[in-house]
């Protein structure tokens, strides 16, 4: 039975790696709201490689946001990476999954003095990547856990100490790429709703970025009753400019919780317009699932189920092999198409080996890129 459900799986991932370049972008069937409560939609990912190709993978990126960006994938590494990996973008090749990356990033002149340069210069814990579409060559992304590296002047301190969250705040970076390299802009720290009852959960904060107009959307991986939650507020022209707080506003959104004693998070956030809707697409990235809100009516939502096969090189490997753990922490939705990476959870992620000649991508972390056309995103979608 085993056999036969592994090959199952290995021809729904050749069928969906055909399909890849032949769907078009509107071609979105009618949504069923009785699927199969076990219907898996199968993905089959490349791994990601260095561009020079010196090896067959990308050493420890910890991949912890992804974006669309002139005609590439762009990716930010969170703290847990390579040191040769951290505070820099990387740009991923949609198609051959080939990889390039910047220096690590500088801090302009006029931020030397910011309350929050001491943690960027160290090892910040960057979570979530989104262009700014608003301006060209520039990104968002926002920290995550400063638990360990991240402390404030007292004159900081007492400026921003009410965060309604962790000690140390989240803090919004804004990113720039020019000839002079990346560079680090902006920053803004954020401020929750004191009724929001978020809690001070340093390591489970803000791991997903959207926008949509001028509305930033934030996702939180868990407040203190283990619910994911979003946020938002206005990008508007000074936005950049304010040295005090963000004022994030809750964004009511009742995503599932299949278990009260434990958080079932969101990882990566993603916006795209379809069937004349606007949507927001979350990862949960330990349920291994996508799910689809429609933001003019969040009581509309639809969720995928997901099963991960990885490649397999070597005399003694199946070609395609089912993923024990994946750990999706990005998606980037760009002309029907939607791509996805993983943040491999070191912990678990010898458990993906089934023979011996992979054992060094596993050891090193290296994450794949998976590319599931949006029509066949819609036809695995169950409603909620």
Known sequence: MQKKCVNLLLCSAIFLSACTQTLPPSSSPALSQSASPNTVLVASGQWLRPADLAVD????PQPSGLTWYEGQLAMIAD???????????????PVTALVSKTAPYTITASLTQNCFVEYLTTR????ALVKDPFLPDTFITVTEDASTLGELTAACQARFSATHSTEYPTVLVRLTLSEGGLKVVGTRAVQFPEDAQVGNFP????????????TLYLGLEKDKNNQARVFTTTLDTDFWQQTWFVRVQSHPIDYPNYNLQGPNPI????????????????????????????????????????????PNYGSGCEPLSQMDNASLEGIAVH????????DPWK??????ITCTEMQPFYAASAPLLFKIPLAELWRHAQRL
């Open 347 to 352: 912990k678990n992620y010898h458990k993906n």
């Open 57 to 60: 993978f990308y050493l420890d």
């Open 335 to 342: 002309e029907g198409m939607v791509y996805t990476v993983n």
């Open 203 to 214: 390591n489970d904060g803000v791991e997903g970025l959207a926008i949509a107009n001028h």
């Open 124 to 127: 910040p814990d960057l979570e």
């Open 267 to 310: 990882n990566a956030l993603e916006i795209f317009v379809d069937r004349d809707k606007t949507w927001l697409l979350a990862a949960a990235r330990n349920d291994n699932e996508l799910w689809i809100t429609n933001l003019a009516d969040t009581t509309e939502m639809y969720r995928v189920k997901l099963a991960f096969l990885a």
């Open 79 to 93: 703290a847990s990476a390579h040191a040769s990996q951290i505070k820099r973008l990387h740009f991923i090749d």
